[in-house]
């Protein structure tokens, strides 16, 4: 998400037991668009294409959009490709064999949000679009195993930091991940990069929905073309997006947007 620029006052909201419960059935349905689209995602397919299958687990599911009508987006996925690093719409789009391709998509069961992305190549990847789609999965990784009791959410941010800079890659500074429950968009702003033992505490019970953004020319500056939603780095070069919805469990972090 666009960063919001606002101070978290207090802590960070915990789910109960039975919130958890109703989130992790909303994550699983995002796990399995995720899927979906994943083996249908081929070359000669459009992206609007991948759009319609995703509307198709929803519709089995009984699920909600989330991203659907938000400010106006017209889809139920962003479907971002090569240059383009979030928010791209699905539409006529041809994928071609070597496309880096970015999903993110959502689901509301019963009032409550689940987010994800991940990327992918479409037919045969290069070592270069394999490192980079590598390293964004190594930073998410990284972020996910700081959401512990007692850390804080700069030690999310500096995780994903530190594996993306180690790497020579860039990470647009505008954009972050965010807090998530009974809506997509919630407190706090989970930016991706940080200084350790800086900012809210973590607790048992808090959820959020981390997403690395890897530009792989290394610049942190992207741009936002004329259709008011897609976001293209700056110098062209590929990028990578990837994100889950993790609660901060009892015994070690949960992904709930994973089967
Ligand atoms: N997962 C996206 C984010 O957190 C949500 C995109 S909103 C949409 O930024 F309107 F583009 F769908
Ligand atoms: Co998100």
């Known amino acids: 998400m666009m960063m919001a620029r606002r101070r978290l006052r207090g802590a960070l909201p915990v789910r109960s037991t039975e919130e958890l419960r109703t989130m992790r059935a909303a994550g699983r349905v995002v796990a399995e668009m995720h899927q979906a689209i994943r083996a249908a995602a081929v070359p000669g397919v459009t992206t609007g294409d991948l759009d319609l299958v995703a509307r198709g687990v929803l519709d089995l599911r009984g699920a909600e959009s989330n991203f659907f009508g938000y400010y106006g987006y017209p889809a139920v996925i962003c479907a971002s490709v090569n240059d383009e690093v979030i928010h791209g719409i699905p539409g006529s789009r041809v994928l071609e064999d070597g496309d880096l391709l970015s999903i993110d998509c ?11 992305a991940f990327s992918m190549v479409v037919g045969t990847a290069t070592d270069e679009q394999h490192r980079l789609i590598s390293t964004a999965e190594a930073a998410l990784a990284a972020a996910i195993r700081a959401m512990r009791p007692g850390n804080t959410l700069g030690d999310i941010g500096a995780a994903i930091e530190g594996v993306v800079s180690a790497a020579g890659y860039g990470s647009p500074h505008n954009y972050c991940g965010h807090g998530i429950g ?4 919630e407190d706090p702003d989970v930016e991706n990069r940080g200084v350790p033992g800086r900012g809210p505490t973590l607790r048992e019970g808090v959820v959020l929905a981390i997403e690395p953004m890897l530009i792989a020319g290394g610049r ?7 259709d008011g939603w897609t976001v293209v780095t700056t110098d062209g070069s590929l990028a990578a997006h990837v994100e ?4 901060v469990g009892a015994h070690g ?5 994973r089967l």
């Not at 942190?220 to 004329?226: A, F, I, K, Q």
């Not at 972090?253 to 947007?257: D, G």
């Open 106 to 116: 959502g689901a509301i069961v019963d009032g409550w949000h689940g987010d994800a």
């Open 182 to 185: 009974q809506d997509m968009h």
């Open 220 to 226: 942190d500056d992207v741009r936002e073309l004329s």
């Open 244 to 247: 889950h919805t993790v609660v």
């Open 253 to 257: 972090p949960e992904i709930l947007t």
